[in-house]
């Protein structure tokens, strides 16, 4: 009874929904099967007139060497491992003990820390670019790891997200640890970062996914190729191969979409109740 | 009288702890706070101060001086035909991206939840897209939009409908971009949608079926397109806010181009700024970006006021 007044269960709906959601699921997930089996072709493939999913000669192992032999691939990606993992963890640090000021101690100056925090959230990354790019050009930053990573060690979202998290946690627990003696810088990473480890991962995934895929901001402050971050490499490929040699820059692209779909899919609950826990505000 | 006695050097200690506890407290506080507080001015504040200041100069890159020009970034802008035809571009972009992709986003979670079978793999396929590097997937669509041999004009002279260069085409580029941006705006706002009809108490149905409201459109009409105003408000400004930033697929597909028709917001600013080194017009122009972001941003919150007296 309850179940049929909640979703119309008819045979006739759920053929409706599968029609429609299964077309839509083919126009979505199209762009990979194309590049995956391009990635596969040789180019004689590529460019016939008919399209077929698998290639009648294999030419893979051609396309993905090529993809790391003619450009430093596997720099790119080492590079993107290297800027996402830095980033995130400077997120945290910072992040995390301010959350927990934020939502768990008394003090002057915690409401406009977090009328600041809030006042960040509105601000698109974009718009500190100019006057960043200044800072880190009369600091003789420019075009290294420093001004790819800096800009992004703090992350307000991430402050916002982890409050809300914190608030939730029963005041009981935090005065127990000070009992115990814990400090509170203690209490934060032993106490806290513990019992918030969804939130933590929800925001992990997030800023990797984020960071891995920013191509503003990389490509204004880097020149040089060994510090390239994914999307930048693709680019340099694009711009190498000149835009005829489809099979190894599909290849290429495959190799950098690659570790996000495949960290995705391993972590796709958290990921989508981390995306969906930002919404409810 | 010995109560009192008893009570009170047990008390006295403790009082004056807790003062020096609350002391303690602020200080904490500060010292887990100050470097978030420190890093928020410097990376983000800070620097949006600056741009500001920086429009009402006359500083170019590597420039010594900086002169005060008071308005005249602003009326050059004015004055330029390519910032209107910048401008036009942007809001075509957004009021093409932002009903598509919250429409088709609105659809997928509706029937997603409206059963149970394959809901993970739906979920999971319609979300992809969100996940993956714009970048790489853009020069996918380069090749999907290929004039002889791409997967779209294929498709589309199969059913006999007329084709054309889509990203060289100065009337369909936009419009070309504007497809990669909801293909990959569809599923965040899926995701936020599903949120929002998970919310939704489910005896709310149940008195629309005692009020004979039977049917799947009657029921949307009267449960669930009212209860998921919040969210569709949400997912609104948060489409729109992503769509004003277009930029990658421009950059990468486009170039601006062909004669200006893809020229956007973000991409003439980037532009002026970095490529032709003019800072305090860029800075001008970021402004103007940064006025519509926090346009969108009133409007939402605006309405959110407005509609929590009904809720």
Known sequence: MRTRSIASTGLGFQLFRHAMLG??????????????????????????????????????????????????LARYILNGFIVTGAIFLCQLLTALPCAYALAKLRWRGRE?????????????????????????WQVGLLDTYAAIILPS????????????FFLTVPDDLVNAARLDGLGEFAIVWRIMMPTAMPAVIAFGVLSLVWNW????WPLIVVQSEHLATPPLGVVYFANAEAGTNYGPLMAAATAITAPLVIAFLAAQRWFIDGVTMTAVK | MSDLALSSPLTLPITRKARAGEVAEQLAAWVLAGPAFALIWIMLLGPTVAVFLLSFTDWTFGMPEIGWAGLDNYREMIGDEVFWKTLRNTLTYVAFVVPLSVFLGLAAAILIEAGEGLRG???????????????????????????????????????GIPTTDWLKNPDTALFALGVIGIWQAIGLSMVLFIAGLKAIPKDLYEAAAVDGADGAFERFRRVTWPMLGPA????????????????????????????????????????????????AYAAALTVVFLGFVLLVTVIQVRLQDKNTHYG
């Not at chain 2, 996940?131 to 199969?158: D, E, K, R």
């Open chain 2, 232 to 279: 569709m408000l949400f997912v609104v400004t948060i489409t729109a806010i992503r769509a004003f930033q277009v930029f990658d697929t421009v950059q990468v597909l486009t170039d601006g181009g062909p004669n200006k028709a893809t020229n956007v917001l973000l991409f003439q600013m980037y532009q002026e700024g970095f490529s032709f080194l003019r800072s």
């Open chain 1, 213 to 216: 895929n920013e191509f503003f």
């Open chain 1, 112 to 136: 406009t820390m977090f009328l600041l925090v809030l006042l960040g959230l509105l601000i698109p990354p974009q718009v500190t670019a100019i006057p960043l790019y200044i800072l880190l």
């Open chain 1, 153 to 164: 060690t703090i992350s307000v979202f991430g402050i916002f997200l982890m409050r809300q």
């Open chain 2, 121 to 159: 793999f739906y979920r999971a396929a319609f979300f992809l897209p969100v996940v993956s590097t714009l970048l790489a997937m853009a020069l996918v669509f380069q090749f999907a939009f290929h004039p002889t041999v791409g997967a779209i004009n294929q498709t589309l002279s199969l059913f």
């Open chain 1, 23 to 72: 077309l839509g699921a083919v126009l979505m997930l199209a762009p990979f099967v194309i590049m995956v089996s391009v990635s596969l072709k040789p180019s004689g493939e590529i460019f016939s007139p008919e399209f077929t999913l698998l290639p009648k000669q294999w030419h893979a192992w051609q396309n993905y060497s090529d993809a790391f032999t003619k450009q430093p």
